[in-house]
Structures are given as structure tokens and as C-alpha cells.
């Protein structure tokens, strides 16, 4: 005869299963089928704004949920460039996706579920000042991973030009 405590404890386990999955095979899907932004680069001397969403942060936002400041350097963009590649370089995850004189744009791509953010930089060498924007691809949320990656970078590049 069947234990029906042991049923009960499976179609609890079964139905959690079921709660979690879902939305993680969602979002894998999401993930995998998001495609590169058409507002990406660099128009007029700014980068695209950031949605309303707050998965987002760019040093040109005016807003506080947005915004995040701009890191000043000294020297030519193609210096800038440089040192920006050579961080991004020992940062996982993040691969460069195009580059010109002073903007470049890199694609960042989580462990776990495989999001794709898009991390923008755009040298303004007659301001001394580094703007960048990181936003994801899909999703609402993205529990602050733009802005920590950022300031990572940003702490980074301010000890690699010391």
C-alpha cells in the first residue's frame, strides 16, 4: 500500500517545481531571444536615454534612479578607449561589440540565465569626461546589476590610470 504521506510531500514538490520553473524557463527565453537595441551609440553628443524602467543607469540621466557619474580622464579618446578596453578586459563576461574614435559598445552577459545588458561608453575628450550607459536588453528589474557593474568599473579604471 502506498504511503500517502509520501505522495502528499511529492505533489508539493512537484508543484514548487512547477512555481519556479516557469518563470525561470521564461526568463532563459527572454534572455535568448532579446536582440541589440536600435537606439545604441551616440547622437548629438549623448547616449540614449534610459527608460523608464530601472534597469538602467547613465551619466546623462537627469533623474537619481538613473542617473550615475561620469569619470573624468586626462589625455586623447583613443587613450581613453584604450584604457577602457584594457578594464573591460578583466571584467567577465563582457565582450566588445563595436568601437569608433571616442564611443564603444560592449555586451555583458550574465552567468546564470545569459542576459545580455549593452554598456556603452562615449569619450567626450572636450569635456575630460567619460559618459557610459548600461541597460538590459529585457526584463523590468535587474536588481541593481547595472550600477554595480558600472561602479566596479569605474573603480577599476580610477586604479588602472593611478
Do not use: W
Not at 578586459?89 to 555586451?107: M, P, R, T
Not at 569626461?129 to 580610477?158: P, T, V, Y
Amino acid at each position: 500500500m502506498a504511503n500517502p504521506g509520501k505522495s502528499k510531500h511529492r505533489r508539493f514538490y512537484l508543484i514548487f517545481a512547477f512555481i519556479v520553473l516557469i518563470p525561470v524557463l521564461f526568463l532563459a527565453a527572454t534572455s535568448l531571444f532579446s536582440s541589440k537595441p536600435e537606439n545604441l551609440g551616440v547622437v548629438q553628443g549623448r547616449l540614449a536615454a534610459c527608460p523608464s524602467s530601472p534597469n538602467c543607469v547613465s551619466t546623462q540621466a537627469t533623474d537619481d534612479e538613473h542617473r550615475i557619474e561620469p569619470i573624468e580622464f586626462s589625455g586623447s579618446s583613443d587613450e581613453a578607449i584604450q584604457a577602457i578596453k584594457a578594464v573591460l578586459g578583466n571584467l567577465s563576461g563582457i565582450k566588445i561589440a563595436s568601437e569608433d574614435k571616442n564611443y564603444l559598445h560592449a555586451e555583458a552577459t550574465s552567468f546564470v540565465f545569459r542576459f545580455v545588458d549593452d554598456v556603452e561608453f562615449f569619450v567626450n575628450e572636450s569635456d575630460n569626461l567619460i559618459h557610459f550607459r548600461s541597460a538590459s536588453r529585457s526584463g523590468h528589474s535587474d536588481f541593481g546589476a547595472n550600477r554595480k557593474r558600472m561602479e566596479k568599473f569605474r573603480a577599476a579604471f580610477e586604479q588602472s590610470i593611478k
